[in-house]
């Protein structure tokens, strides 16, 4: 893990703002963002409960609304989807993986690790501590 502390030293910024402001943005490999979309939100909260249940992701955001368009068996598709987006240790996506495609409802759901490679070390920690995962 390599922290990066981030310098806000500027003299045009008051003290206070300064140290509010003052933080380490973490460069690590450890932790994703995993994409899912899902047709209805009532699906997106049921799955987000299974997989935040069995602290497999600390935080699960559901957009409900999103317009997706897209190939299917060769016709091209415009369907009204939500997204669910969880946050996770990045060591833990296949065991995601297996419990949605268990239970949703798509033949082929879009089930997408994207890495995070930098961000706020105590939201990495919160992360780390919300799923039990060695950070």
């Not at 368009?69 to 016709?75: A, N, S, T």
């Not at 930098?118 to 919160?126: H, I, P, S, T």
């Given at each position: 893990m390599l922290v990066k502390p981030l310098?806000?030293?500027q003299p045009t910024l008051p003290s206070s703002?300064?140290?509010t402001l003052n933080f380490a943005?973490?460069?690590?490999?450890?932790?994703?963002?995993?994409?899912i979309?899902?047709?209805?939100?009532?699906e997106a909260v049921r799955i987000a409960r299974l997989v935040?249940?069995?602290r497999l992701a600390a935080c699960a955001n559901i957009v409900p609304r999103i317009?997706?368009?897209?190939?299917?068996?060769?016709?091209l598709q415009e369907e009204g989807e939500c997204l669910l987006l969880l946050k996770a240790p990045y060591?833990?996506?296949?065991?995601v993986e297996k419990l949605v495609r268990t239970h949703h409802p798509y033949q082929v759901p879009a089930i997408v690790r994207l890495p995070l490679t930098?961000?706020?070390?105590?939201?990495?920690?919160?992360i780390a501590t919300e799923t039990s995962f060695d950070y």
């Open positions: 310098n806000l030293s703002l300064q140290e943005i973490v460069e690590t490999p450890d932790f994703a963002l995993i994409y979309t899902c047709p209805k939100e009532e935040l249940e069995r317009r997706s368009l897209y190939w299917w068996e060769g016709q060591s833990y996506y296949e065991e930098a961000g706020l070390e105590e939201y990495f920690r919160w």
